[in-house]
């Protein structure tokens, strides 16, 4: 499968934004899809992930209750939605797709990978 993400840009601090990635192929319904991002001189850190139907997700500790992941089979499109953003969530937020079946943190239980779209909060 292959990804592409939009959606990001400049906002102030308090803003929202909404992420999109639209994802190639037939079979975009068995993956589980995740949301990572990597500041400027910092390692890739998860942001949200969401199983096959929706019905698991799972956040990161600093996004939870601001961030809300979701997905649309039919459109085989995964959503973030950026809430009450704060000046260290800028970073580059990359989509990914994984066949383990398992909601997963780790960057390296994803096999596929978009290629990133910059958020930019203004404090």
């Known amino acids: 499968v292959q990804l592409q993400a939009c959606g990001g840009g400049l906002v102030q601090a308090e803003g929202c934004l909404r992420l999109?990635?639209?994802?190639?192929?037939?079979?975009?319904?068995?993956?589980?899809m995740g949301w990572f991002r990597q500041a400027p001189g910092k390692e890739r850190e998860f942001v949200a992930g969401?199983?096959?139907?929706?019905?698991?997700?799972n956040y990161a500790d600093s996004v939870r209750g601001r961030f809300t992941i979701s997905r649309d089979n039919a459109k085989n499109t995964v959503y973030l939605q950026m809430n009450s953003l704060k000046s260290e969530d800028t970073a580059v937020y990359y989509c990914?797709?994984?066949?383990?079946?398992?909601?997963?943190?780790?960057?390296?239980?994803?096999?596929?990978w978009g290629q990133g779209t910059q958020v930019t909060v203004s404090s």
């Open positions: 969401i199983n096959w139907s929706g019905g698991m997700r």
């Open positions: 999109s990635c639209a994802a190639s192929g037939r079979t975009f319904s068995s993956y589980v």
């Open positions: 990914a797709a994984g066949r383990s079946g398992v909601v997963t943190t780790t960057a390296t239980r994803y096999d596929n």
